[in-house]
């Protein structure tokens, strides 16, 4: 999925999964991979959030819950 990038996958997702879970700029994300030691532009952030972010969204929702699953209260407590 990454192959023929640059960067490793692992800071490609970093990347993408820091913008679409934060409300980060690109030019945010670019700044706190310069504090890693890791010198990206915010165009590339820009180009792989555009290019990998659907795949990263529907990982996403295939991980939720459904509506239909059923969960239990097991134990209440009411505070006065």
Not at 27 to 45: A, F, Q
Not at 50 to 55: D, E, I, L, S, T
Request: proline share 4%; hydrophobic share 30%.
């Amino acid at each position: 999925m990454y192959s023929r990038h640059r960067f490793p996958g692992e800071i490609i997702s970093y990347c993408v999964w820091l913008y679409y879970t934060f409300p980060l700029s690109y030019r945010d994300i670019e700044k706190m991979m310069l504090y890693r030691g890791i010198e990206v532009t915010y165009e590339s952030i820009r180009e792989w959030c555009q290019k990998f972010g659907q795949q990263y969204a529907n990982q996403v929702r295939r991980k939720r819950p459904y509506i239909t699953d059923k969960w239990h209260l097991d134990e209440m407590v009411v505070d006065d």
